[in-house]
T-cell receptor, first 111, second 111 residues
Framework: DAGITQSPRHKVTETGTPVTLRCHQT?????MYWYRQDPGHGLRLIHY???????DKGEVSDGYSVSRSKTEDFLLTLESATSSQTSVYFC??????????FGPGTRLTVL | GQNIDQPTEMTATEGAIVQINCTYQ??????LFWYQQHAGEAPTFLSY????GLEEKGRFSSFLSRSKGYSYLLLKELQMKDSASYLC????????????FGAGTQVVVTP
């Protein structure tokens, strides 16, 4: 257990609405990541952070933004949700021995 | 970029051995990870190889050949609880700890 929580755990929303997912960690890890997981695609990196206010894009960043105003929180925002963003979203931290550890995930459905 | 290939599904009998292969093509290789993911849950770390050879952890072993771009995860004495998806992931040396994941191999253990 790397002390990672995600909220909400489940969310149903409508197309065009903004959505923010939260990742919270309690162990002061510097690096944090947001992934989405879809059948047949595995885990794909959306954005990552290498420190407070330091973020960069991953391979599937279109339609997503992130913010990290304090070490413990990494927020993922869908500015205007689309049905293609229906997915399971995982947050991860870089922990011991440079290994990534994952939060429990958020299941998002966009109708 | 990186191509990471692993079989989609494998079936094996309880008590048997299963070998999950993973091939990759990348520049600046800096480690290969294996994760286990049960349905509806987060991925959990299993093993990490950065040098050639075999790493053993109880019933699970992982092998790496950097020259061949090849790894395998060996699961011995299969148990029903080993039914899960197994994810292969590659890290590059310039990557801020980022991982590139394969699509995962679903292992089904039958009685």
């Amino acid at each position: 257990d790397a002390g990672i929580t995600q909220s909400p755990r489940h969310k149903v929303t409508e197309t065009g609405t903004p959505v923010t997912l939260r990742c919270h960690q309690t162990e002061n890890h510097r690096y944090m990541y947001w992934y989405r997981q879809d059948p047949g695609h595995g885990l794909r990196l959306i954005h990552y952070s290498y420190g407070v206010k330091d973020t960069d894009k991953g391979e599937v960043s279109d339609g997503y933004s992130v913010s990290r105003s304090k070490t413990e929180d990494f927020l993922l925002t869908l500015e205007s949700a689309t049905s293609s963003q229906t997915s399971v979203y995982f947050c991860a931290i870089l922990g011991e021995e440079d290994t990534q550890y994952f939060g429990p995930g958020t299941r998002l459905t966009v109708l | 970029g990186q191509n990471i290939d692993q079989p989609t599904e494998m079936t094996a009998t309880e008590g048997a051995i299963v070998q999950i292969n993973c091939t990759y093509q990348t520049s600046g290789f800096n480690g290969l990870f294996w994760y286990q993911q049960h349905a509806g849950e987060a991925p959990t770390f299993l093993s990490y190889n950065v040098l050639d050879g075999l790493e053993e952890k109880g019933r699970f072993s992982s092998f790496l050949s950097r020259s061949k771009g090849y790894s395998y995860l060996l699961l011995k004495e299969l148990q029903m609880k080993d039914s899960a998806s197994y994810l292969c992931a590659v890290r590059r040396s310039d990557s801020w700890g980022k991982l590139q994941f394969g699509a995962g191999t679903q292992v089904v253990v039958t009685p």
